[in-house]
């Protein structure tokens, strides 16, 4: 159990009004049981995971920043890598995204001063290579985070991503394990997750390919991978785009035919958005995420009916966010995708995470995009950084949603979402590790307070529980340099044998933790 001094970690500045306002009159009445027989599946650490792409200010900038006073001799922002760690990021996908399927790793290795630079085509910069393979991975060994590389399937070739695997996995023999010592790295790195290619079915990317191209394409490149490192798990290029018109359940099914032997995972990528100021429809967008998990499990089963049923393929949502203002055709150069993140944004977070944690038997990774500047939960500039909204519910999910996911019974009133269907106020997870519970709670309603029975069947609570309340004075609220109106506040409260009531603030996002007797 957290603390309340790690509860409270990485809050910089004093509230500039009560968090925890609640609505006056009379709250809306809801019942939550919980049963420990119940179980969903294991909840796997790498859903809490992140991703940093060579785009905008997210890698130069944001982790890497030679010669600033805030970096280290590496060129590793102490600032950043101090908030990384707060967050709790178990993985982190990289060099892309786009960028990855026009990338040489080649140009990435070797004495940083003697890289070439390179038109990065894209993002519409020039690239240095000054952060490459060793950077990258050296940076996930110091924070202890699984690194996730993505391959280059677009533009790269087989043999560009075996021996990418070679040069990262295998332990010397090879001229490309001379050369990895050479550049001043004896001992492997052991790289475990590697990606076959990024959003291979959009048009926008570098290498396009039908799914038929792909999976025939994607099949050698895995043979290859595997030959070199049998160790590595592979995530295939599933859908990336769910929008209208787009074949995406097709996609999946192509894709699954031709490399169902060969990988681990199948990558699915969303972004959400409010571009309609529609803050009840907004808030009930993970109904749809939901739909789509199981809809991409099912295309998954199909494949996999009577071929090989003990070795199972999971879903990696390996892109997702909220991600709607930053972003257009005119989108190009140093410094885009700087999405600045308000309460509303933070609560569709937390939604996306108990749909992922509900949904822990099949959702086995994701990757929050991005990890700094590029919409992101971390913002930075020349002189220091703040924790923008959509910091908070990543932060208490990975510090103690673990263990095994249960099913939670839920009867609360609902509302009619205009494109989601219908939406229950309360949004809710539950799980359970060591006898210590978590319920994560999120409050749809805008203005009025969600009161709640929690009870634990078959069983009793133990002890105060640990309460941590993030909201804000109203869902547009925003954090920015020296003024954080969003942050996790907490304080604890008293069940009573098997039952625990609570009092949801509107608009807001609550973690309950304590133990079971």
């Known amino acids: 159990m957290l603390s309340r001094r790690e509860f409270a970690l990485s809050l910089s500045a004093p509230l500039a009004v009560p968090l925890a306002v609640h609505a006056q009159g009379k709250a809306l009445q809801a019942r939550i049981k919980i049963d420990a027989d119940r179980r969903v599946g294991d909840i796997d650490p790498k859903i809490y995971g992140n991703f940093a792409e060579h785009l ?13 006073a805030l970096s280290d001799k590496n060129g590793y922002r102490r600032d950043v890598m101090k908030a990384v760690k707060d967050l709790d990021v178990t993985l982190l996908r990289w060099p892309g995204g786009n960028f990855s399927s026009n990338y040489n790793w080649k140009d990435g290795i070797g004495p940083r001063g003697q890289r070439p630079a390179r038109l990065e085509m894209a993002w519409g910069t020039v690239e240095s290579n000054r952060f490459g393979t060793h950077e990258f991975l050296d940076y996930t060994e110091a924070l202890g985070i699984e690194p996730y590389v993505c391959t280059n399937l677009g533009t790269g070739s087989w043999t560009d991503a075996q021996q990418w695997v070679e040069y990262c996995n295998v332990a010397d023999g090879t001229a490309m394990t ?78 699954l035919a031709y490399l169902k032997d060969h990988i681990e995972y199948l990558s699915l990528h969303t972004y959400v958005g409010n571009a309609a100021n529609d803050y009840y429809d907004f808030v009930a967008v993970s109904n749809q995420l939901d739909d789509r998990i199981k809809t991409a499990a099912g295309t998954i089963r199909a494949a996999l009916g009577g071929a090989r049923p003990q070795k199972p393929i999971y879903i990696a949502f390996d892109e997702y966010n909220v991600w709607y203002r930053a972003r257009g055709n005119k989108e190009r150069g140093r410094k885009i995708l700087e999405e600045h993140y308000n309460l509303e944004d933070a609560l569709v977070i937390a939604t996306m995470l108990n749909t992922f944690v509900n949904n822990a038997d099949t959702v086995k990774m994701a990757n929050m995009a991005q990890i700094v500047n590029v919409i992101a939960p971390i913002f930075t500039n020349e002189k220091g950084l703040f924790l923008q909204t959509i910091f908070h519910p990543l932060q208490l999910f990975s510090k103690n949603t673990r263990g095994v996911a249960l099913e939670t019974f839920l009867d609360c009133p609902t509302y009619d979402s205009k494109h989601f269907g219908k939406a229950a106020y309360l949004d809710v997870s539950t799980s359970l590790k060591n006898g210590a519970v978590t319920l994560n709670v999120v409050n749809r309603h805008l203005d009025q307070d969600v009161e709640a029975e929690i009870e634990i069947q078959d069983g009793a609570f133990q002890g105060r529980f640990d309460v941590a309340l993030v909201t804000g004075p109203d869902i547009k609220a925003e954090n920015d340099f020296g003024k954080n109106p969003v942050q996790t506040v907490t304080s604890t409260i008293a069940p009573a044998g098997n039952k625990l009531r609570h009092r949801f603030p509107p608009h807001s996002y609550t973690m309950l933790k304590g133990r079971l007797a």
């Open 178 to 255: 001379k050369l990895r010592r050479q550049n001043g790295r004896e001992k492997p790195w052991g790289v475990k997750y590697w990606g076959l290619g990024n959003e291979m079915d959009g048009p926008w990317q570098m290498g396009h390919r039908t799914a038929e191209d792909y999976g025939k394409f994607a099949l050698e490149a895995a043979k290859l991978m595997k030959w070199t490192d049998p160790n590595v798990k592979l995530i295939a290029a599933g859908s990336s785009n769910f929008g209208a018109g787009i074949d995406w359940v097709g996609w999946n099914r192509e894709v």
């Open 56 to 68: 905008g200010r997210c890698i130069e900038g944001g982790l890497f920043e030679e010669g600033s």
